[in-house]
């Protein structure tokens, strides 16, 4: 390699193997089963939108603790959750399913889809198990069908609205090319030195997604 100082994407040669990382924090699971359709699945799904959604700065996250409640592991998610009830589940009755002013997350929050609750709904319905599946494709990697998808479920709880988190909007392509290309994008999501780790907490990303990330920037980022 010259050296130099072109404003390249530090991104490393080769893409993060599959042999060490924590795949999205629970390593107890060493080879999740594929993905069922009918199954939400905790650590896929459930996990990152509470973390996304709910445990941002200054809320459910481990300093705040807003009203006692974390939502960042499943241990502490589990304090608002009975198995197979949701009614019965705080996270539920009294925080996805109020209304009012005491709607979760606040009103002048980002806002969770009804897609999104009525992912969560299932995973209490289905006995709130700390399940994982493997279902991330690297074959065939777009913008579309793929990063925006998964800013969406892992980042934009905290990265957009009127005031998002580090001043970046990442619902917005523009914004998600920009650090894609500035290294900030593989550098949080790397967990390298001189960033910040993305996401803040909940573990890193399983290393099939940070892969999806690095090819993305790797074909230059496109609105694909
Ligand atoms: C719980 C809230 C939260 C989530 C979830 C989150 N971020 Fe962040 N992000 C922040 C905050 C807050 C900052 C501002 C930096 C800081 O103070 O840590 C930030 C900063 C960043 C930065 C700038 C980092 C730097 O070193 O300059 C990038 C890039 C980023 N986030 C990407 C992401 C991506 C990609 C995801 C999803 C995989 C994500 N973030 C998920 C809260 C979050």
Not at 24 to 48: A, I, R, S
Not at 54 to 66: K, P, Q, S, W, Y
Not at 90 to 117: C, H, N, R, V, Y
Not at 192 to 205: K, V
């Amino acid at each position: 390699m010259l050296p130099g100082c072109k404003h390249e994407p530090p991104v490393p040669p080769e893409l993060v193997d599959d042999g060490g990382g924590n795949g999205g924090g629970d390593t107890t699971t060493v080879n999740p089963d594929p993905c069922d359709p009918d199954t939400v699945y905790f650590q896929n799904t459930v996990l990152p939108l509470l973390v996304s959604y709910c445990a941002g700065t200054g809320c459910h996250d481990a300093i705040t603790h807003e009203d006692g409640v974390r939502l960042y592991d499943y241990a502490h998610i589990m304090q608002q959750v009975t198995p197979g009830d949701p009614a019965d589940s705080d996270l539920w009755d009294k925080g996805i399913a109020e209304t009012g002013g005491d709607a979760m997350p606040p009103p002048d929050q980002p806002q969770l889809t009804s897609q999104q609750e009525q992912a969560i709904y299932t995973w209490i319905m289905q006995g709130a198990q700390n399940n994982e599946c493997l279902g991330c494709d690297t074959t065939n990697v777009t913008y579309n069908g793929t990063i925006k998808p998964l800013f969406q479920s892992k980042c934009n709880g905290c990265h957009s609205g009127s005031s998002p988190d580090g001043n970046l909007d990442l619902s917005q392509y523009s914004v998600s090319n920009t650090i894609a290309m500035d290294g900030r994008l593989a550098g949080s999501v790397q967990h390298l030195t001189s960033y910040n780790a993305m996401p803040p907490s909940g573990g890193m990303l399983p290393n099939c997604e940070i892969d999806q990330i690095l090819i993305w920037i790797q074909d230059g980022a496109p609105n694909n």
